[in-house]
């Protein structure tokens, strides 16, 4: 006959547990029903079992609670069972709960590399860009040269129809000037007077001068329209070139926005799922603890329960002293792998690594429009792609540095593109410091290219570039040095001797 184990059995049970040297007695009685009964003097207050181990007492709490409830003995066997087989489970479920969180965590990696890949089509249109900006820029470069050139031929030309046509106007006045006027008397003999004039040389030197005049006329409307052709071509020239340039600053621009929201997505993922992993972690650390102190609790009364009430003294002892092992529900806690890093692109429109890396080879002569600003970049700025530019320092340029020099200095001419008397101006000679001339080789005193005078032409090509010396400036003062344009060698050494970017 089955064996019906009442409340009192079950908190005695649960004091064997708690306490193992225990030696309270139990008194027993057999009714005539043959049951097993027990007396009330065997029971024991549950907050007493547990002194020192408050998660046993809950355990045990619950167990109790159950055993008021008078189940029979084989239901409350069933009911431990079921209870001790949902341990192992819980292990393997926290374990998979904890790899997933982890996972996540290396997932932010991954994802930021994704859109690091995702980027670099950005950086290929923005090398692209820049290569086609370079390209249009040089051929900007020599369109200016050539400008530059047909300019100062222009002005040449001018300058010598205006020396030979004004000869030509001379003579005229000359001959009128000359002319015998008939007094009357022998018509032939005035004739012949001014037949011997004119022929003595009147006549020839004003057939050589209109000659020279008129060639020099077509010589300036030859070069003239060179000139006009040319600007034209640069003008074009520089036109597609500014597009260039906006779009490869506009694509520049996407590709380092593009790679600091990656950077911001994967701090803002890194942060989440670690915290997501922590607060998971501390919650499965506490759990494991308890679900260890039921593991033992349901362990040693799942012994004792069958022997317990029965003679089996050796049963009950055996299963007093057992040790229930709780190794395998340890928690592999796995470490939280390290933060990726992640590279900003540094060099974007509105730094300097940029205009190095985009503008600094460019020639002198076609660096393009001010670099602009790339708008989101800075920090705690909208992401939003830029549609205006906004204009930001550029590096000063040789030709900025040499006509603040020579202004401060009182010269004249400080447009490098022009210059007069023919002789070299000191913006002129500092432009040449810059592409590679050297002051010594330069000097008047060391016999160099400064050493000129009024005869010595409108034009001369040092280091790949074309000069003009014939032309009018439009910045002469009163000042010695700048009353006639450039007057003297002076300007030259002084601009031969300044440091311009690009000079060694």
């Given amino acids: 006959m089955a064996c019906l184990k009442s409340n009192f059995i079950l908190a005695l049970l649960l004091l064997h547990v708690a306490c193992p040297t225990a030696r309270t007695p139990m008194r027993r009685a057999v009714s005539a029903l043959g049951t097993i009964e027990t007396q009330p003097d065997s029971a024991i207050e549950l907050a007493d079992m547990f002194p020192d181990q408050p998660e046993a007492t809950a355990v045990a709490q619950s167990l109790l609670a159950l055993a008021k409830e008078g189940a029979p003995y084989d239901e409350l066997l069933t ?10 489970p819980w292990h393997a479920k926290a374990t998979d709960m904890l790899k ?25 249109e923005c090398t692209t860009k820049s290569t086609s900006h370079t390209t249009h820029r040089t051929e900007e470069s ?22 030979e046509c004004k000869i030509l106007s001379d003579v005229k006045a000359e001959a009128r000037a000359a002319t015998a006027q008939y007094g009357g008397g022998d018509e032939g003999s005035y004739l012949d007077s001014i037949c011997q004039e004119f022929s003595a040389g009147l006549l020839p030197r004003i057939k050589d001068a209109k000659k020279k005049c008129t060639t020099a006329e077509g010589d300036h409307a030859s070069v003239s329209g060179k000139w006009e052709t040319a600007k034209s071509a640069y003008t074009v020239q520089v036109d597609a070139g500014n597009t260039v340039q ?18 911001d997505d994967h701090d803002t993922c890194y942060e989440d799922k670690v915290a997501d992993y922590t607060s998971m972690k501390a919650m499965i650390a506490s759990e494991e603890k ?11 009364i799942e012994c004792l329960l069958p022997v ?9 002892e055996a299963c007093r002293a057992q040790e229930h092992s709780t190794t395998h529900l340890n928690i592999d806690y796995p470490q939280i792998p390290d933060k ?29 429009e001010p670099v602009s600003t790339c708008v989101g970049m800075d920090i705690g700025a909208s992401k939003a792609l830029p549609t205006v530019a906004v204009a930001h320092h550029v590096p000063e340029s040789a030709s900025d540095y040499c006509a603040a020099h020579c202004k401060a200095e009182g010269y004249c001419c400080n447009d490098w593109t022009k210059g007069s008397n023919q002789m070299i101006s000191c913006a002129q000679a500092c432009m040449m410091r810059s592409k590679g001339s050297k002051t010594d080789e330069m000097a008047e005193t060391k016999n160099g290219i400064c050493k000129r005078n009024g005869q010595s032409g409108c034009s001369l090509k040092v280091n790949g570039v074309d000069y003009g010396f014939c032309s009018s ?5 009163s000042s010695s040095k700048c009353k006639w344009g450039v007057s003297n060698t002076e300007a030259c050494d002084f601009g031969a001797g300044l440091s311009p970017p690009g000079s060694d």
Wanted: proline letters at 2%; charged letters at 25%; glycine letters at 6%.
């Fill in 79 to 88: 009911i431990l069972r079921d209870l001790k087989s949902k341990i192992e």
């Fill in 100 to 124: 997933t969180s982890i996972e996540a965590v290396k997932q932010c990696a991954v994802a930021m590399e994704g859109g690091m890949g995702q980027s670099q089509t950005k950086k290929t």
């Fill in 142 to 163: 020599t369109k200016f040269t050539t400008t530059e050139h047909w300019k100062a031929q222009t002005a040449e030309k001018k300058e010598v129809m205006d020396t």
């Fill in 246 to 263: 906006t779009e490869m600053d506009v694509t520049c621009c996407q590709y380092a926005l593009a790679t600091k929201e990656t950077c």
């Fill in 290 to 300: 308890i679900r260890k102190v039921e593991w033992r609790v349901y362990s040693r």
């Fill in 308 to 316: 317990l009430g029965t003679d089996n003294a050796t049963g009950i």
């Fill in 340 to 368: 990726s890093s992640c590279a900003i692109e540094a060099a974007y429109p509105g730094t300097d690594a940029y205009y190095n890396d985009h503008y600094g080879t460019l020639p002198e002569n076609a660096k393009g």
């Fill in 473 to 477: 400036c439009t910045d002469l003062t």
